[in-house]
Structures are given as structure tokens and as C-alpha cells.
């Protein structure tokens, strides 16, 4: 079995949470805190994907993660893959930074995970599959914030819509979709 970028990832991040568990102030070094990126530190932006608020947090952004992460990644190939990812997680972390407040911090990776839900969303539509499949997608995971307290909903609303731009302009690496 092929191992994939997706997979490593999971990997990586789940071994950075195991860390995080026996050193218990690199969750607090990693994630996104307003204050810390007030003061230069611009790698929190990125490194909030890496931390998790518990088990269930980082199993559900990894299932997430691969279901909808494997099909994309065949799809558009490791290279423009990589850079949905880091736009998604950018749109989101910005969007989390610019609207919550500086003393608020955010661990996850919800934020790069709802950018391949929206260039999942924007696929489906250009290739004329169900889109409401997708959207139904995009909005059950949008009201899971309204369910449980404390989801920054803000870093969600910023990948899909870094994501959804993303697709719109990457062209895949292969020219099927089957893999959707």
C-alpha cells in the first residue's frame, strides 16, 4: 500500500499529539493564540493543525482528514495538494486571528480540513455530480458548532471558502475525476 501524504500527515499530527501528552506546554508553544501572532509569531498559523483539544478532537479531524483528503490528493497530485492544504489552513487560521479575539487561542485542523470540504463542493459542481451530497456535508459539519461550545466556527467559515477559491483555480494532476 502506497503511502500518501494524507497518511503521513495523520501520522504526524497524531505523533504530535502523543507528544503533547508528556509535554504538556508544546500544545500551548504550537497553537494559535492572537497575542503570539501580534508578537511576530506568524508559524502559529500554521502550527495550530498540528495540536488537538483531545482524543475525539484529533480522531474526528483524522477521519475527516483521510476520507476527504485521499480522493483529492490522487486528484490533484502531492504538489497542488500540498498548496490547497497550506491555502485552506491559512484562510482559516486568518480567519480565526482577524475575528475572535486576541487573548483567544485555537488548536486543530479543522480549519485546512473545511478547505478540501469546499474544493470537494466546488468539484462536484464542475463535474456535475451531486452537489447536495457536498453541501450536505459542508453544512453538517458547519452546525456542529452551534452543538458544542467552544469550535471556532470562524476558522471553518475561512478554510472552506480558501479551499472553494483553491479549486477554482488548480487543475489536476490527472485528468479523471474517479476518484471523487
Known amino acids: 500500500m502506497q503511502q500518501t501524504l494524507t497518511k503521513s500527515l495523520i501520522l504526524f499530527i497524531s505523533g504530535v499529539y502523543l507528544l503533547s501528552m508528556v509535554?504538556?506546554?508544546?500544545?500551548n508553544d504550537l497553537a494559535l493564540w492572537g497575542y503570539g501572532i501580534e508578537?511576530?509569531?506568524i508559524y502559529r498559523l500554521?502550527?495550530?493543525?498540528?495540536v488537538h483539544g483531545?482524543?475525539?478532537?484529533?480522531?474526528?479531524n483524522?477521519?475527516?482528514?483521510?476520507?476527504?483528503?485521499?480522493?483529492?490528493?490522487?486528484?490533484?497530485?502531492?504538489n497542488r495538494y500540498i498548496a490547497l492544504l497550506l491555502i485552506s489552513l491559512t484562510f482559516g487560521s486568518l480567519a480565526s486571528y482577524l475575528f475572535n479575539p486576541p487573548q483567544a487561542s485555537a488548536v486543530g485542523?479543522?480549519?485546512?480540513?473545511?478547505?478540501l470540504f469546499g474544493a470537494y463542493a466546488i468539484l462536484r459542481k464542475k463535474f456535475g455530480g451531486n452537489l447536495r451530497e457536498a453541501l450536505t456535508l459542508v453544512a453538517v459539519?458547519?452546525?456542529?458548532?452551534?452543538?458544542i461550545p467552544g469550535i471556532d466556527?470562524?476558522?471553518h467559515l475561512g478554510g472552506l471558502i480558501g479551499g472553494a477559491l483553491t479549486a477554482l483555480v488548480l487543475k489536476p494532476a490527472r485528468g479523471n475525476i474517479s476518484s471523487l
Open 23 to 27: 509535554q504538556p506546554n508544546l500544545q
Open 39 to 41: 508578537q511576530g509569531q
Open 46 to 50: 500554521f502550527t495550530v493543525a498540528l
Open 54 to 60: 483531545g482524543v475525539v478532537h484529533l480522531i474526528c
Open 62 to 78: 483524522m477521519l475527516a482528514f483521510f476520507s476527504i483528503g485521499t480522493p483529492l490528493e490522487s486528484y490533484y497530485g502531492r
Open 109 to 115: 485542523a479543522s480549519g485546512m480540513i473545511f478547505g
Open 141 to 147: 459539519n458547519m452546525a456542529i458548532p452551534l452543538l
Open 153 to 155: 466556527w470562524k476558522a
